[in-house]
């Protein structure tokens, strides 16, 4: 290998780290989470930029693990919350923003008829469960094996800390199959709360499976048959796929969906969008957070969902994650290697068929790190507005020299 | 009464979210929760006022439910944070100001020796008990009958939408009674996870009260026996009584603290601080959240944290609360009325003696907001560091004013 990645302030950064936080760094960017010669700090972004605290500068493929859609430091986005915090951020209270936001959303979204505000992403899984129970009386959720729906005890992918209680109510079900779901629903019987799922199955680790149609429209039949409420976990994919929400294309409506990553851009905002049949369970549960009236996150996000909504910004973003799709295609032909890209282009999920414990996986996308590409081995990547086809060429060129760094490592295409 | 409050825009304003928020409002300010007369929607907040839809002003001794310590809109707090974000404050991972805020945490909290970052004090209150249950492998959470610690199945003070699975582990006793503290720690016996408590006991509609050092030493010393661990929930109180943490004056170190509110001074920020006991339980557990590596509100709190230590901020905001206190103490009196003023001055609970259902408290605080004085009947308020002695006075000749205004409405003070 040509170039080596700078990492003395990194490493300086972790032992400090390690010192005052438990691993040095939580979440997703633990050590164990990551493969080893990752950068671990950060030091700018800007547009599908980011620079580690090394100086490192990569074309950005994570997208801040989903809340970057318009690009880093967006102008227009910033440029509404700077002046509404102007104003003030936080008083003892909402301001009109809020109201102007769950009009926009209800004027958006298929399905929505309100709107509620938080700042987690498991905030609004959380209480559009709550809101599921109260407005029907009942207690059980189905759920997708496998899927993540948040890191707190009652659907955290970890048992350490969770007690068997905290899932007493929580049954799962296999994405895609019929049968399975059915029987879910008739264990569940006469205590069928919700069916939660995500816009498609986007689970780390594996190939990623588009809904089938089918399958959205059995969930919703039952829903509708026993007054149970259908969940759309919009986290991840909301906002990127679809203005008017990720099961705009197929037709089905939820009838609560959860957002937040891509809903303002970077700014820290959740919101459910929910129909009538749940406004009263909405009204009936109490939900609150210190800082959920906090109008700045909330001007971001109308301003936000308006670029979204009036330009190709989620077309062009697709568009990109094509042309990357098809150009890392191409190349890894060459050198023998065959992909498996799920998932929808802009929300890319790229593995190396016959790719025991990633061992090609995390060696290439170590090894594109130092050619200035920011990608990752076994978790969806994020495209945004900001990337144009100059980045994705460019990081089509890099693939290619990390082709060749890889079988100077030795690793050669695996017999499939 | 003289001066009548504007309130068309307000009512325009909840007549266009109760179409699409649930309730309009949610949380402290929705209409079931605040008395009637209450502006519900604000559009200003600077220093010690907030100005309310309509524009009119308040002197504002509500700040924001907590999070506003030093006054709002601080210019060094949000200057950090903007120089912080113009590097960008999202990327895929933690910056610098991460590894300087856990530093200046372990530096500043009595009992800290690490710490992990989140968003609503109900992350960190959440986190805490997970990492006890996963640093004892224990599972019963005992807590004190009323103390808020969140608004989550497991903790939230409503069961609506809750079901009993969610509250298996929780057992209560009463706050600063050791008899029945030993009783529920009796009755947990060997899964004795945890004691949380609330800096002081602040439930809402009721007198503050203060904790008992021996109480405080009997909950320290089952946790010594019993290996489980001593849970502050801060949130509310934490970076507002001293720096070093709530309990600093009273010598008693919990394992695990939460913190939140005034952490940033308004940027949306939680936190925990533990002890080596509870590292490895920490680091056992999976919690992360989209936005939690978030720099811009880490810079904010590093800012803040280091004017809470460096000046006598907290020092100046009990004085202020010290005058209010003796300034309601008096014109109460001379119009005839008791006052029940309890907990620190900077958090005072101000209740009427006799006041059965709140009809002086509701009717006193509505006119009071006709001559420009933000109060709250049933909550603790808040003093910041930006209120100064004339806005005290301020607040007390209203009071003075206010006191003429409920006679006039035919209020008298009750036989006790």
Redesign the interface.
């Known amino acids: 290998m040509t170039i080596s990645l700078k990492n003395s302030r990194d490493a300086e ?1 972790l032992a ?2 390690q ?5 040095g ?5 633990a050590t164990r989470s990551i493969a080893p010669g990752y ?8 547009g599908c930029r ?1 620079w580690d ?1 090394d100086g490192n500068e990569y074309i ?1 493929f ?1 997208c ?5 859609v318009l690009g ?2 967006h102008a227009e986005v ?1 440029g509404a919350a ?1 002046a509404r ?12 923003v ?2 102007e936001l ?2 926009l ?2 004027d958006t979204i298929d399905h929505a ?4 505000f938080q ?5 609004a899984t ?1 209480a559009s ?6 407005a029907t009386g009942r ?1 059980k959720i189905l759920v997708a094996r496998g899927a993540y729906h948040g ?4 659907c ?3 048992m ?4 068997a ?2 899932r ?2 929580l049954a799962q079900f296999e994405f895609n199959d019929i049968a399975s779901l059915d029987a879910a629903v008739a264990a569940a019987g006469d205590d069928l709360a919700a069916i939660l799922l995500t816009a498609f199955r986007h689970d780390v680790n594996r190939d990623q499976e588009m809904p089938d149609p089918a399958f959205l429209q059995q969930a919703r039949r039952h829903c509708d048959q026993s007054g149970a409420a259908l969940i759309l976990d919009d ?1 991840r994919a909301g906002f990127r796929l679809d203005v008017r929400g990720s099961w705009a294309q197929y037709g089905v409506k939820p009838d609560l969906a959860a957002y ?2 891509a809903i303002a851009n ?3 905002l959740a919101a459910i969008a ?1 129909n009538e049949r749940m ?16 109008a700045a ?1 909330m001007a971001a996000a109308v301003k936000t969902i308006e670029i979204l909504r009036d330009t190709n910004a989620l077309a062009h973003s697709a568009a990109m994650g094509q042309r990357l799709r098809e150009g890392l295609d191409m190349v890894a032909r060459r050198h023998g290697f065959t992909l498996s890209q799920t998932g929808p282009a802009q929300m890319p999920m790229v593995r190396f068929a016959g790719d025991q414990e990633l061992r090609i996986g995390n060696a290439f996308c170590v090894a594109a790190l130092r050619h200035g590409i ?1 990608l990752h081995p076994r978790h969806n990547m994020f495209l945004s507005a900001a990337h144009q086809p100059a980045d994705i060429d460019r990081a089509i060129a890099a693939a290619e020299t990390t082709f060749k760094d890889i079988a100077a490592l030795g690793i050669t295409p695996p017999r499939i």
């Open positions: 950064l400090r780290a010192r005052v936080v438990p691993n760094v939580w979440g997703h960017m950068p671990q700090f950060f030091a700018k972004s800007d980011v605290a950005d994570m801040a693990w989903g809340p970057n880093y430091g910033d700077f915090m102007k104003q003030g951020d936080i008083g003892n209270g909402p301001t009109e809020m109201v769950a009009e959303l209800v008829d309100w709107a509620l700042k987690n992403g498991t905030d959380t469960v709550t809101i599921a129970r109260a207690r890191a707190v005890p009652w955290s992918p970890s350490v800390g969770v007690t209680e905290d007493a109510h986290v937040s990553k970077g700014w820290p929910g406004r009263e369970g909405a009204a009936k549960i109490f939900v609150t957070g210190s800082f959920w009236y906090g996150a920011y």
